[in-house]
């Protein structure tokens, strides 16, 4: 499985846009790069996926380089909100049908006023 | 998105009884099911992940026999906490994956189970 690394935790004033980054050097070629937010004590949140290049929704959006051993996400104007954790996946099939996900870190953003 | 209701949202129980907890896809047919363990402040932790019809696959350090995992149907899958002990007391949650053999498949997760073992 591809190993992820994240920042622990990110601070930023509100109005302002985030980036975290995450490191995932051993990413296999049928492996995805999800991005989910959790709040405390309720189940993650899916944010935004993507595979190569750049992929943009109402939320985030998602920069992952050509050679995918890292990725970005982008929040943009963060609010009060969107303090959270942020965990970032890399999964895919497995073979025989079955599907591998495992979540790292997480990094904890505190959004200020 | 699609929808994953987990049930109960929170439960107490007495150490040594066992508690099940239900994990189901309302609107999509899950082929995988997986099951997290989270404590406070904690990442999620991989328990075991489950395909429609066959035995679950229990991570390295959880006892397949504590954790009793049942994936009946490609809607339904179930966690049994047997024997429940106070270190058992956790935050676990359960995800369902869809679209089988697809590169871009997307987890969809419960609103997980608060579990306090008196």
């Known amino acids: 499985l591809a190993k992820t690394t994240q920042p622990i935790s990110m601070d930023s004033y509100e109005g302002q846009e985030v980036n975290i980054t995450c490191s995932h050097n051993n990413i296999a070629t049928n492996d995805y790069i999800t991005w989910y937010q959790q709040f405390p004590s309720q189940g993650p949140r899916f944010i935004i996926q993507g595979y190569k290049t750049k992929v943009t929704n109402e939320v985030a959006s998602l920069f992952i380089p050509a050679d995918r051993k890292s990725s970005t996400l982008s929040l943009p104007r963060v609010s009060l909100s969107d303090t959270a954790v942020y965990y970032c996946?890399?999964?895919?099939?497995?073979?025989?049908?079955?599907?591998?996900?495992?979540f790292g870190k997480g990094t904890k953003l505190s959004v200020i006023p | 998105g699609a929808v994953v209701s987990q049930h109960p949202s929170r439960v107490i129980c007495k150490s040594g009884t066992s508690v099940k907890i239900e994990c189901r896809s309302l609107d999509f047919q899950a082929t995988t099911m997986f099951w997290y363990r989270q404590f406070p402040k904690q990442s999620l932790m991989l328990m075991a992940t489950s395909n429609e019809g066959s035995k679950a696959t229990y991570e390295q350090g959880v006892e397949k026999d504590k954790f009793l995992i049942n994936h009946a149907s490609l809607t339904l899958s179930t966690l049994t906490v047997t024997s429940a002990h106070p270190e058992d007391s956790s935050f676990y949650i359960c995800s369902a994956v869809s679209g089988q053999g697809a590169l871009n498949t997307e987890a969809f997760f419960g609103q997980g189970t608060r579990l306090t073992v008196v």
């Open positions: 996946l890399v999964g895919g099939p497995s073979g025989a049908g079955s599907y591998q996900l495992t």
